[in-house]
């Protein structure tokens, strides 16, 4: 077989090949095979040397032709199967933009949190800042530091949980943290910390043996019952309204001289009297007082230099009478279709 009869067959050869090619890696080979180093073609195009003069021209012109067409029949066939790969991308991606979204499900602060927040926030507001103290106490703290010694009666006005270590308990107030502040900072002293407190009471409506409290503190020059009251006040107003009213009323507790409990005017009925305030027009929010003065020699501060005043007030309280909870227990059960609601 003459060499240009052989380059007709490898041509053809070629294109067939080529056309026929159903992927990218296929057309690769085939160029490859007629193409490459060692390609079919290539090896005809190398030995044109060993040819006669003569034969040379009309072999080289038909070789270099051979591999034009199937140069130019690969680029074809690579565009098609190009074209075609995308094609069939495009159809497996393919979207359903009328199918409707998922919806996911966003969480958010608990009620307690968010009103624990609302609280600090307030008094951050007025120049106080935050502190925090442990949950698991000494006597020392929770008591005797609170002017409470062992013998007096108020300590049995709390069912304190004692752990088994001795003089180790659950702290049944955040007051606590008064002292732990007071020890290692000199006055003035304007503090607020939020916290757990813990009390061996039977769950039922309004008790839980784990609830949340937040305390507050100032230590100053001067620092008046007056000022005590209209702190009160502008928290009752941030937290019920700007129509609400506060008054106090005298109470005890060891730690302040004098004590009071305070209320606030009823955020129902605005004190005309109702269900929700019982018809007496008026809530308990909290427990305030001007810190004794044997509390503030106790932490080494010269109760002829400074006063102050403190107030204590139960988150879950004041959560159920904005919100009109009526039990406890909801707070801790975990129901989202109770918390979500918040
Ligand atoms: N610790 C008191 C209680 O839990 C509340 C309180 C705090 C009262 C600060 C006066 C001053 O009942």
Not at 35 to 44: A, D, F, N, P, R
Not at 282 to 310: H, K, Q
Request: glycine share 8%.
């Amino acid at each position: 077989m003459s060499i240009l009869d052989k380059l007709e067959e490898i041509s053809k050869e070629g294109q067939k090949e080529v056309s026929s090619a159903s992927s990218l890696e296929g057309l690769e080979a085939a160029r490859v095979s007629f193409l490459g180093k060692k390609g079919k073609i290539t090896v005809i195009l190398k030995s044109l040397g060993d040819l006669s003069l003569e034969d040379r021209p009309a072999i080289g012109k038909k070789a270099n032709e051979v591999r034009r067409s199937i140069e130019n029949t690969i680029s074809k066939r690579k565009e098609e199967l190009e074209s075609k790969a995308l094609e069939q991308k495009l159809e497996e991606e393919v979207i359903d933009i009328t199918l409707p979204g998922r919806c996911f499900f966003t969480g958010k602060k608990h009620l307690i949190t968010q009103i624990v927040d609302e609280i600090t926030d307030t008094f951050i507001g007025l120049g106080y800042r935050v502190a925090e103290g442990p949950e698991v106490e000494t006597e020392y703290y929770n008591f005797d530091a609170l002017n409470t010694p062992a013998d007096h009666p108020a300590r049995s006005l709390m069912d304190t949980l004692y752990t088994q270590k001795d003089g180790v308990l659950l702290r049944t107030h955040t007051s606590p943290v008064q002292i732990r502040i007071m020890e290692k900072t000199l006055p003035p002293v304007y503090i607020i910390a939020p916290g757990k407190a813990y009390r061996r009471d039977v769950p039922d409506p309004s008790h839980s043996p784990m609830f949340h409290q937040v305390e507050g503190l100032a230590v100053d020059k001067n620092i008046t019952f007056g000022d005590l009251k209209g702190t009160l006040e502008v928290f009752a107003k941030k937290m019920f309204g700007a129509d609400r009213k506060i008054r106090l009323r005298p109470h005890f507790f060891p730690f302040t001289e004098p004590s009071a409990e305070v209320d606030v005017s009823c955020i129902m009925c605005d004190g005309k009297g109702c269900r929700v305030c019982s018809g007496v027009g008026w809530l308990e929010i909290l427990g305030a007082g001007m810190v004794d003065p044997n509390v503030l020699s106790g932490v080494g501060y010269d109760p002829e230099e400074v006063s102050g005043f403190a107030f204590g007030m139960g988150v879950e309280r004041i959560a159920m009478l904005k919100y009109g909870v009526n039990d406890i227990r909801l707070f801790f059960e975990n129901d989202m279709r109770f918390l979500a609601q918040f």
